[in-house]
């Protein structure tokens, strides 16, 4: 059976006033190790704090 697929377009939406978002994403590098990295966004888009990590060891159990 085929299914249907559903393609749907995100877009960022601010917090309310006086809150923040905390967006984070990672990823797996061909080497077994990884990536992660994230912002915090207040109310009005600005960017308040910015992290990134590259090449932290992945233990997978």
């Known amino acids: 059976m085929k299914e ?5 377009s995100l877009q960022w939406e601010k917090p309310p006033s006086g809150f923040v978002k905390l967006n984070i994403d ?3 590098c061909h080497d077994g190790g990884g990536t992660v990295g994230g912002l915090v ?3 009005a888009e600005e960017w308040q704090s ?3 990590v ?8």
Do not use: M, N, Q
């Open 41 to 43: 966004r207040g109310c």
């Open 4 to 8: 249907d697929l559903v393609f749907k």
């Open 26 to 28: 990672a990823g797996v």
């Open 54 to 61: 590259d090449s932290i060891p992945l233990l997978i159990t």
């Open 50 to 52: 910015l992290f990134w």
